[in-house]
């Protein structure tokens, strides 16, 4: 059951297998990158996170891609990213299938992801299992994931940077192979695990965030082509809204409402404020927390839209200049320790800027919404969450959803069962 130990050419020239203790298959890719300076990649686990998981997946009758697997790899590929699969296949060691069944299974997969202009550079696979019925694989092996064995064939062959690296799967031992090499992990895994890992639901989910988090740069444009059809427009949206969506980390949903909540248990203010389309999620962030949480509650949530008082809003712009709507209500307004939130998809609003630093003088806690990383907002926020997109339709959207996810789960957090069951959200 041993691999043979040679090269072997199949099918498209371009593509090369080398048979030793991993699979590695490498596809000629035009790289974003200098050819020997080392680069970042995605080390990528196989069952579970690019093909469903039918418990040993050793034939060809047993893969089925994961929807939406084989798009968020063509955008790695388009992304200039190196892509490697590295897996457990202790099957082989069970008996219950050959070494050469996970090469045409890895062959098959080229081929499926092929019909979606994605590919995989490199495949790599331990066939080792503590329970084999055979000496040769049931050994303690390097390759067998947590152990970092794969991963540093992986950076052999794809002049890999593992500290710049990603590391995607949905077992603890992904994120613990992550921790061992010094790579970031995205976990996509239901099972909760203690050790630092950025959650997400699928792989498609996380495609956005982990091309951020490679290159440094968000991949949105949309839209990039002339649509005729506004149903195609209408689908492609929502898909690049929900892209987007799965770009945002858990960790900064959970800090902004555990922040919230703990406004609220202090008896402190909340204020928040935007322009245009944002002025109007402010709004709409107060009604919600003012009414619903309110309502089904024992808190009493004091919270205050700066855009709400049309006539003090003019007033200000009017006798002072429109960069001071927001300061000048903080300043009369606002006490240590209270909140300010601010919704901003620029992220260089002068009024926005300018009750971000008042509320740093006065020991105001602040936060912002916004779809710029690099902007003077997200710099003087004390904390927040980005959007990543230039697209403000897009963005408006996203932080209406953050806003009524956070909304909602607040409040259900302080009803009984029997009051969520009768409430409507």
């Not at 997946?57 to 992304?79: D, H, M, T």
């Not at 979606?116 to 390097?142: G, L, Q, R, T, V």
């Amino acid at each position: 059951m041993n691999a043979p130990k040679q090269n072997v050419i199949i099918g498209n020239p371009k593509i090369t297998i080398f048979m030793v203790t991993a699979l590695t298959l490498h596809a000629q890719t035009t790289w974003k990158y200098a050819r020997y300076m080392k680069r970042p990649g995605i080390l990528l686990d196989r069952d579970g996170t690019i093909i469903v998981d039918y418990h040993y997946v050793g034939r060809v009758e047993r893969v089925q891609l994961i929807p939406g697997a084989a798009e968020a790899i063509a955008r790695f590929n388009a992304a200039g990213i190196p892509v490697a699969i590295v897996t457990n296949q202790g099957g082989v060691a069970r008996g219950f299938y050959y070494e050469s069944d996970v090469h045409i299974v890895h062959r098959y997969i080229s081929k499926e992801l092929a019909l979606h202009d994605a590919h995989i550079d490199a495949f790599f696979y331990s066939p080792h299992h503590p329970d084999s019925f055979y000496p040769e694989f049931a050994k303690a092996s390097h390759d067998h994931k947590p152990n970092p064995g794969m991963a540093y064939r992986a950076e052999s062959a794809l002049d890999l940077d593992l500290t710049r690296s990603i590391v995607v799967g949905d077992r603890p031992e992904d994120v613990e192979l992550a921790s061992r090499i010094g790579a970031h992990a995205v976990y996509l895994g239901a099972t909760p695990t203690t050790l630092d890992h950025v959650p997400f639901p699928s792989l498609a989910a996380a495609a956005g965030y982990i091309i951020r988090k490679v290159t440094g740069m968000s991949e949105s444009g949309f839209p990039e082509v002339s649509y005729t059809n506004p149903v195609n427009y209408f689908r492609d949206y929502i898909h690049e809204l929900n892209s987007i969506l799965g770009c945002i980390p858990g960790d900064a949903i959970s800090d902004t409402c555990h922040t919230i909540m703990d406004i609220f248990r202090n008896g402190n203010s909340i204020f928040v404020a935007g322009n245009g389309g944002s002025a109007a999620i402010a709004d709409h962030f107060a009604c919600d927390f003012n009414k619903n949480v309110n309502t089904d509650t024992d808190w009493n949530p004091r919270i205050t839209s700066l855009n709400s008082h049309t006539a003090l809003t003019t007033a200000i712009a009017n006798d002072i200049g429109y960069d001071s709507i927001f300061s000048y209500q903080l300043e009369r307004f606002a006490t240590v320790h209270d909140l300010l939130i601010v919704f901003s998809v620029s992220g260089n609003s002068s009024n926005i800027i300018r009750a971000l630093q008042y509320a740093k003088e006065a020991n105001i806690l602040t936060m912002a919404i916004t779809a710029r990383e690099d902007s003077k907002v997200t710099r003087l926020a004390d904390d927040g969450i980005i959007i990543p997109t230039g697209n403000y339709g897009l963005a408006e959207d996203a932080m209406n959803i953050i806003m009524h996810s956070m909304a909602q789960f607040i409040r259900q957090s302080r009803m009984s069962r029997e009051a969520i069951e009768s409430a409507r959200f």
